[in-house]
Nanobody, 114 residues
C-alpha cells in the first residue's frame, strides 16, 4: 500500500522559512519522480516543484523559483521542500504527490501571517 506522510507545516511570519518532509512507503521510491503541490483557500491545486529520480533534475513554479528548493533522500524514501522568504501568497495546504502512481499525501498546512 502506497503511503505518503507530510510534515513540517506551521505558522510562520513573512520572510521566514519552513522545511516540509514527505515520508513514503509501499513503492520503490528511487524509481519515481516526486512532486509537491499546494492548494490555497478558494483556489485549485497547483504544482510547486518536482524532482527526478536521482535528484539531478528539478523544476519549479515561477512563483517559488529562487525561494524554494526540492530535494530527496532515496535511502530514507523521503522528499523535502525547503521554503525560504515565505510570503503571504504561500499560504496553502502543501501536498506530496507521486505522478506515476497518481497518489497524494494528506497535506500539511502552511500559514504565513504577521
Amino acid at each position: 500500500q502506497v503511503q505518503l506522510v507530510e510534515s513540517g507545516g506551521g505558522l510562520v511570519q513573512p520572510g521566514g522559512s519552513l522545511r516540509l518532509s514527505c515520508k513514503t512507503s509501499g513503492f520503490t521510491f528511487s524509481l519515481r519522480g516526486m512532486s509537491w503541490y499546494r492548494q490555497a483557500p478558494g483556489k485549485g491545486r497547483e504544482l510547486v516543484a518536482n524532482i527526478w529520480t536521482q535528484g539531478d533534475v528539478t523544476n519549479y513554479a515561477a512563483a517559488v523559483k529562487g525561494r524554494f528548493t526540492i530535494s530527496r533522500d532515496n535511502a530514507e524514501k523521503t522528499v523535502f521542500l525547503q521554503m525560504n522568504n515565505l510570503q503571504f501568497s504561500d499560504t496553502a495546504v502543501y501536498y506530496c504527490y507521486v505522478p506515476g502512481l497518481a497518489t497524494w499525501g494528506q497535506g500539511t498546512q502552511v500559514t504565513v501571517s504577521s
